[in-house]
């Protein structure tokens, strides 16, 4: 399973990085539209992790290339902003398989994306 993480927060990305590898994934970290942009242009993608408040660049951009470029990708969208709290978020954005808090356990992010990336995994 391949993992794109898009998060400013380079502490948070790191544990939720170590988290997904430990349970076998490969992992790709960023932090910005650009830079998530180039690598699902480089690389396949099964799930993204991306941060909603992005420091730099739109979230929703990341997913809109993502539903472009890889059909397949699925998105868990993460955030500490109550935007899109009322679901709304999956209407906008097709691949969005899941919204959680920022502060969800690294362990249980990892459960859902293990479980959303092995209908993607090859």
Same mark, same amino acid.
């Given at each position: 399973?391949?993992?794109?993480?898009?998060?400013?927060?380079? #502490? #948070?990305?790191?544990?939720?990085?170590?988290?997904?590898?430990?349970?076998?994934? /490969?992992?790709?970290?960023?932090?910005?539209?650009?830079?998530?942009?180039?690598?699902?242009?480089?690389?396949?993608?099964?799930?993204?992790?991306?941060?909603?408040?992005?420091?730099?660049?739109?979230?929703?951009?990341?997913?809109?290339?993502?539903?472009?470029?890889?059909?397949?990708?699925?998105?868990?969208?993460?955030?500490?902003?109550?935007?899109?709290?009322?679901?709304?978020?999956?209407?906008?954005?097709?691949?969005?398989? /899941?919204?959680?808090?920022?502060?969800?356990?690294?362990?249980?992010?990892?459960?859902?994306?293990?479980?959303?990336?092995?209908?993607? /995994?090859?």
């Amino acid at each position: 399973m391949r993992v794109l993480i898009v998060q400013s927060d380079r #502490l #948070l990305a790191s544990a939720w990085s170590r988290q997904l590898e430990d349970v076998g994934a /490969a992992v790709r970290v960023v932090d910005d539209q650009d830079s998530a942009t180039r690598v699902m242009h480089d690389e396949q993608v099964d799930v993204i992790v991306l941060d909603l408040m992005l420091a730099s660049g739109s979230a929703l951009a990341v997913a809109d290339f993502a539903s472009y470029r890889q059909p397949d990708c699925r998105v868990v969208f993460v955030t500490d902003s109550p935007v899109f709290a009322d679901g709304s978020i999956f209407r906008h954005c097709a691949n969005a398989c /899941a919204y959680l808090p920022t502060s969800t356990e690294p362990s249980d992010l990892a459960a859902m994306v293990e479980h959303y990336g092995a209908r993607c /995994a090859v």
